[in-house]
C-alpha cells in the first residue's frame, strides 16, 4: 500500500499570501495519478487536481499542481479568504487508493 | 448534471447489521466507479473501497477487508456499503464518490454505533 505524507500539518497564512503544500509518497504513484481535494466544515470533500497538474472543472487558476514520481505540490498563488480550510492528496496509480493525512490551511 | 445521493443518517446499536446507499444520476452508472470513504469524527479522510457497477468489480482496502462489502445494483444505479456487525468504532461520516479520481462526491451519511 502506498502512503502518503503530507506537509506541514498546518499552514498558517494571510490572504494574499502563497501557499505551497506537499505530498510524499512511499514509492512512485503511476503514471501521476494524483489528486488534491479541499475541505471545509460541514462539507464533503471537493476536487481541485487530477493526474498532478489538472485542474477539474470550476477551479481558479491560483490553483496549480506539479510533481511526479514521489514528490507532489499544491499551490495557491494569492490566497483568497474562502481558500482556509483542509488539504488532502490522494493517489489512485494502484488498484486501491491511499489519501494523506490532510494539511490544515488557517488564517494568520 | 452528476448527483450522488446517500441515504440518510442512521444509528445504530454494536452487533447491528447495516446497508447505506449511494445513488448515481446524470452519468452512466455502469462505466464509472464508485468508491466509498470513511471520515472519523475530527479525523481524515480514508479510502475504503471501490466498485465497478458495470461487472461488480471490487476492491478493497487492506484496512477495510473483511470489515464491509461493498455493493451494486446497476438496475436502480446505486451502490451500497454494508457491515454485518457494527462497532462502536464504525461510528463515522462515510461519502461514496465516482471514479478513482472521486470527482463527485455524495453529501456523506453519518453512522453512529453505540454500545
Known amino acids: 500500500e502506498i502512503v502518503l505524507t503530507q506537509s506541514p500539518g498546518t499552514l498558517s497564512l494571510s490572504p494574499g499570501e502563497r501557499a505551497t503544500l506537499s505530498c510524499r509518497a512511499s514509492q512512485s504513484v503511476t503514471n501521476n495519478y494524483l489528486t488534491w481535494y479541499q475541505q471545509k466544515p460541514g462539507q464533503a470533500p471537493r476536487l481541485l487536481m487530477y493526474?498532478?497538474?489538472s485542474r477539474a472543472t470550476g477551479i481558479p487558476d491560483r490553483f496549480s499542481g506539479s510533481g511526479s514520481g514521489t514528490d507532489f505540490t499544491l499551490t495557491i498563488s494569492r490566497l483568497e479568504p474562502e481558500d482556509f480550510a483542509v488539504y488532502y492528496c490522494?493517489?489512485?496509480?494502484?488498484?486501491?487508493?491511499?489519501f494523506g493525512q490532510g494539511t490544515r490551511l488557517e488564517i494568520k | 448534471e452528476v448527483q450522488l445521493v446517500q441515504s440518510g443518517a442512521e444509528v445504530k446499536k454494536a452487533g447491528e447489521s447495516l446497508k447505506i446507499s449511494c445513488k448515481g444520476s446524470g452519468y452512466s452508472f455502469t462505466t464509472h466507479w464508485i468508491g466509498w470513504v470513511r471520515q472519523m469524527p475530527g479525523k481524515g479522510l480514508e479510502w475504503m473501497g471501490i466498485i465497478y457497477p458495470g461487472d461488480s468489480d471490487t476492491r478493497y482496502s487492506p484496512s477495510f477487508q473483511g470489515q464491509v462489502t461493498i455493493s451494486a445494483d446497476k438496475s436502480i444505479s446505486t451502490a451500497y456499503l454494508q457491515w454485518s456487525s457494527l462497532k462502536a468504532s464504525d461510528t463515522a461520516l462515510y461519502y461514496c464518490?465516482?471514479?478513482?479520481?472521486?470527482?463527485?462526491w455524495g453529501q456523506g451519511t453519518q453512522v453512529t454505533v453505540s454500545s
Open positions: 464518490a465516482r471514479d478513482y479520481r472521486l470527482d463527485y
Open positions: 490522494q493517489q489512485y496509480g494502484s488498484s486501491r487508493g491511499t
Open positions: 493526474g498532478a497538474s
